[in-house]
C-alpha cells in the first residue's frame, strides 16, 4: 500500500488517512468510486451515468487541470469516503460569490453505510478539516449543499461555518457556506505537522 499523504488517529474513529484517488491502469479505486458517485445519493456530483472509462478520463483531465484534486478517505484499511478539494474560480461556483484569496472549495462523499452511523459525516469532516487548513495559504472554506439538505445546513452551522445566499448550480440550487481559519483555529488547533506513519 503506497504511503498516505496524511494519518491521523481520532479517539472515536481508530486511524484516518487521506491519499490522492488512484486513477492509474489498474483502476482499482476508480471502480470503487464509480459505484459510489453513480447512485442516487451521489447524484448533485454529476457523474451519475458515465461509463467507468468516462470517470477515469474525467478524473484524469482533473488530475492535469492542477486545481481540482481528488482524494481517497479511509479509516484503518477500508475507503469511507471520496473528497474533492478545488479552486473555487475554476468551478461554477467561483460564478456565485466573490472569490477571495486563499478560498478552497471541499466536496466529501462518503461511502454507502449500512446500517447508517449516525453523526459519522461531522465527525470524519471534523478529522479531515485540520488537515486541509494545515497548508497555510488556505484562508477560507467553501462548500455548496443543496438548499433542501436541512440536515448538511445544520452539521455545517455546528462545525463552524457561516451560511450564506442561496445559488443556482449545474443541476441544484444550493447554499454557499464558508468557514475562515480564524474561526477554525478559535474552535480546534490545526494539524501543525502531517503525519505519514
Given at each position: ?36 458517485v453513480g ?51 475554476d ?34 469532516a471534523?478529522?479531515?478539516t ?68
Open positions: 500500500m503506497r504511503v498516505p499523504a496524511w494519518t491521523t488517529s481520532d479517539p472515536e474513529l481508530g486511524r484516518v488517512s487521506v491519499a490522492p484517488l488512484q486513477t492509474g491502469p489498474d483502476g482499482s479505486e476508480l471502480a470503487l468510486v464509480h459505484s459510489w447512485s442516487e445519493r451521489a447524484r448533485y456530483w454529476e457523474m451519475a451515468g458515465a461509463s467507468p472509462q468516462e470517470l477515469a478520463e474525467r478524473y484524469r483531465e482533473l488530475e492535469r487541470r492542477g486545481t481540482h484534486h481528488a482524494w481517497l478517505v479511509r479509516i484503518g484499511d477500508q475507503p469511507v469516503g471520496l473528497l474533492h478539494t478545488f479552486s473555487p474560480q468551478h461554477p461556483v467561483g460564478r456565485c460569490y466573490p472569490v477571495q484569496p486563499g478560498d478552497l472549495g471541499i466536496q466529501l462523499l462518503l461511502a454507502p453505510a449500512d446500517p447508517p452511523r449516525p453523526g459519522f459525516t461531522g465527525r470524519l471534523g478529522v479531515v485540520p488537515w486541509i487548513f494545515a497548508d497555510p495559504a488556505v484562508r477560507r472554506l467553501v462548500v455548496e449543499p443543496d438548499a433542501r439538505d436541512q440536515r448538511a445546513l445544520a452539521r455545517l452551522t455546528r462545525t463552524g461555518f457561516t451560511l450564506g445566499p442561496v445559488v443556482q448550480l449545474p443541476g441544484k440550487q444550493a447554499v454557499l457556506a464558508f468557514l475562515d481559519r480564524e474561526r477554525f483555529e478559535d474552535r480546534q488547533p490545526v494539524a501543525s505537522t502531517p503525519s505519514t506513519a
